[in-house]
């Protein structure tokens, strides 16, 4: 199968397939064969699922002919599929860039955090998911700089984890100090390993802070020391820092303060992004999106369709009931309710039927 | 025009907000279950497709042929009815699944998805049964109603059915240019000319891959696969003109004027739905090759929920009918379609004089027990 995949790949490309398999596509039957085959998706196979701390998922798979591989620090989409409904959300990729056949990513499952809960409870070896090709410019540079601070708090490690393992992978010879700030001992991701990576080579060390116990080399927050504990030199060196938002302007005010300048200093944000949907009984507001500026209206109580038209909007639509579809339409973020009182939570793939949606709070779709 | 039954609009309202809640009641379930159903009718039409093709290959032996002929027409027919029909339908929007959305779908018939979607989803949808309105009465060639006007072309109503059975996947294709209205000057030509485009193109794609590309591949036995592949999508195209023409046009169906339907309310618009419907008695296997259309009545008050949902919940919407004396037309294969050719047939013929009570074609309420 693996000596045939390139070139069965390359012949489910042609007209000819394609022509043979119309109007489904030749995954369509590849599928029968083997799920995570493709012509032109990513789908991998999980080939194992940890629980590395309380309320994380490792999830390692193994990626189909399509995955072009990914550089250090990238993150990917990942889609699963979850009592029935496809979810979509993004994760860093913890693995090695040499790592060609294999992607490694490690999930914080929080209360509200329906994908990665799934990767912790229901995800088995064997299961296919689909990825998105890596993206992100939050990479380490082909040229290495001399000196390298990886920073990362919680699961904020994965990206950085995967600079340091191409650095090991590479044989990299220059300085590497990696910083993990983590809520308590138990909550360190990955410690062994990163403890014997370190261990092995000349001018590379580690240093773990936590928050709520004395398991660390320190305790507490992150604070400038930290930096100077772990022998970076802002002056010289280059950091890449993955965290939540207040980690991370907390570490750039240190970086600024010891005298590092902002050029060499990178950053990958986590989290979730604010909540669209208002509190109490004010009326929201509707963002229309599309191609060109979005137009925002003041919510009127009247169905999506209704107020985009009255915004000189015209987005298609059909049966104006509810009944036809012809006006489905993304619903990026907050809440829907459409007729009979079913609620629509905005999101990747998320849709809302506009002629019969009334906005609950803040809402965006897209036309 | 018989009247319509006697309800209230109080009556009305309540018999709709029954209804909307048994939907919110499905919708709120919806989940895994409904999705692993759909996959597993995928799967079963891509093996049978795969299975027919294969057999063709050897179509020179003639149970090959068959056999393959028999496969290929079950793959089509699932593509069509439980799989194309109620994607397109969105019924499994909710999915999330980029190959389940009724925006994207594609199906394997001369009618391209987007037009479909606007003659079927848009006008027969929302007005279903209305006269001079919704264009599936006769699909613009056949008389199929009382109330539309007799001239000597409907003599040719038993024929042309015939054809359009036979046809069906084109009559369908050619269904959304309104080429009648093209001719009245209600549509315009250009609007006529680009769906027309549309449709070629679409048909294109089935030419070459049932009449070129897959006899090509099939070498000396080109001929039987091309006669096979034919053959599969004739028997497609008289399936789904039957279980079609059986879901509205068996006596007891009503239609309905534009002014009847004026201003209808939520309730008024599922009492159009019902009377507009009928359902086919049947095993689950007929159900399943039906794309449960065998539950007209059900898939008409609830078009976008999942459809092997229907038998779950019509003995529901048959005790609702019932508590609103209202009648729930359902019957077996045989009854219905004999009642659908009758039809056919009487309509080829001028009306004649209407007899005392056969212009009411409402049937006094059946028992849900029956």
């Known amino acids: 199968m693996h000596l045939l995949e390139r070139p069965l790949r390359r012949a489910a490309r042609t007209r000819l397939a394609a022509a043979a398999a119309w109007p489904h596509g030749v995954d369509a039957f590849g599928a029968l064969l083997d799920p995570a085959w493709s012509a032109t998706q990513i789908r991998a196979t999980v080939t194992s699922v940890r629980r590395q701390t309380a309320d994380t998922a490792t999830v390692v798979l193994r990626p189909n002919g399509n995955w072009p591989g990914h550089r250090a620090g990238q993150h990917v989409v990942l889609t699963v599929e979850v009592d029935g409904v496809r ?33 912790r409870q229901r995800l088995v070896a064997g299961d296919v998911v689909d ?59 990955y410690g062994p390993e990163v403890e014997r990576l370190v261990a092995d080579r000349a001018g590379w060390r580690r240093l773990v802070v936590t928050e709520h116990d004395r398991t660390g080399d320190h305790r507490g927050r992150f604070a400038p020391a930290h930096l100077e504990a772990a022998g970076i030199d802002p002056a010289g060196a280059v950091a890449f820092a993955c965290g939540p938002p207040p980690y991370l302007e907390s570490v750039a005010a240190g970086w600024a303060a010891a005298g590092g300048s902002a050029d060499r200093f990178r950053t990958e944000s986590y989290g979730l992004s604010p909540s669209p949907t208002r509190a109490g009984g004010a009326a929201g507001t509707v963002r229309f999106a599309g191609r060109g500026a979005p137009i925002d209206v003041t919510d009127d109580g009247r169905p999506l369709l209704l107020q985009a038209e009255a915004a000189g909007l015209a987005p298609a639509h059909g049966c104006r009931r509810g009944i036809c579809r012809s006006c489905v339409r993304p619903l990026v973020a907050g809440s829907v309710v459409e007729e009979g009182g079913v609620r629509v939570a905005g999101g990747p793939g998320s849709t809302v039927r506009l002629c019969v949606g009334v906005a609950d709070g803040d809402v965006e779709v897209d036309l | ?144 109603d009382e109330s539309q006007r007799w001239t000597p072309v409907a003599l040719g109503n038993p024929l042309f059915a015939v054809l359009l059975a036979l046809l069906f996947e084109y009559g369908v294709a050619l269904h959304d240019l309104e080429l009648e209205r093209v001719v009245t000057g209600r ?146 294969l045989r009854r219905q379609f004999g009642s659908v050719v009758k039809r056919i047939c009487r309509l080829a013929l001028p009306n004649g004089p209407v007899r005392e009570g056969e212009a009411v074609r409402i049937p006094a309420p059946r028992s849900a027990a029956a």
């Open chain 2, 187 to 332: 549509q315009s030509k250009e609007v006529a000319v680009e769906r027309g485009r549309g449709v070629l193109a679409k048909v294109r794609h089935q030419v070459v891959k049932d009449y070129v590309v897959w006899p090509m591949l099939s070498g000396p036995g080109a001929l039987f696969t091309l006669a096979g592949n034919a053959t599969a999508n004739v028997a497609r195209n008289l399936w789904s003109f039957t279980i079609i023409f059986c879901g509205h046009f068996p006596e007891g169906v009503r239609t309905f004027t534009e002014e009847e339907v004026a201003g209808e309310s939520r309730g008024g618009w599922y009492l159009r739905q019902l009377l507009g419907s009928a359902n086919i008695d049947g095993g689950s296997l007929f159900h399943v090759l039906s794309g449960n259309l065998s539950h007209q009545i059900e898939h008409h008050l609830f078009p976008d929920l999942p459809a092997h949902r229907y038998p779950e919940i019509a003995p529901e919407v048959r005790a609702i009918c019932e508590r609103y004396g209202l009648p729930y037309n359902t019957g077996s």
């Open chain 1, 131 to 189: 990825l998105s090709p890596p993206a992100g410019d939050f990479v380490l540079p082909d040229r290495r700089p001399p000196a390298i601070a990886l920073l990362s708090a919680g699961s904020g490690i994965t990206p950085v984890l995967s600079m340091l393992r191409t650095l090991a992978d590479d044989g990299y010879d220059g300085d590497v100090a990696f910083v993990h700030h983590a809520r308590s001992g138990p909550d360190v991701l």
């Open chain 2, 1 to 144: 025009v018989s009247p319509l039954p006697d309800l209230t609009p109080e009556q009305l309202d309540a018999f709709g907000a029954e209804l909307d809640g048994l939907r919110a009641r499905v919708l709120a379930d919806l989940g895994k279950r409904d999705v692993q159903y759909l996959r597993e009718v995928i799967a079963t039409q891509r093996r049978l497709e795969v299975a027919g093709r294969g057999l063709l290959f050897v179509g020179a032996v003639p149970p090959a042929w068959l056999a393959g002929v028999t496969a290929l027409s079950l793959a089509k027919i699932l593509d069509n009815m439980e799989i194309g029909h109620n994607v397109m339908h969105g019924q499994y929007d909710w999915t999330r699944d980029p190959a389940l959305q009724s925006s994207t779908f594609e199906w394997d018939t001369a009618c391209p998805a987007d037009q479909w979607r606007h003659s079927h989803n848009v006008r027969h949808h929302t007005d279903t049964n209305v006269l001079g309105k919704d264009r599936d009465i006769g699909y613009g060639i056949l008389r199929m």
């Open chain 1, 87 to 119: 979810q979509a959300r993004c994760f860093s990729v913890a693995s090695s860039a040499r790592d060609r056949h294999l992607v490694e990513l490690t999930a914080k499952a929080g209360p509200g955090s329906v994908v990665a809960r799934h990767l």
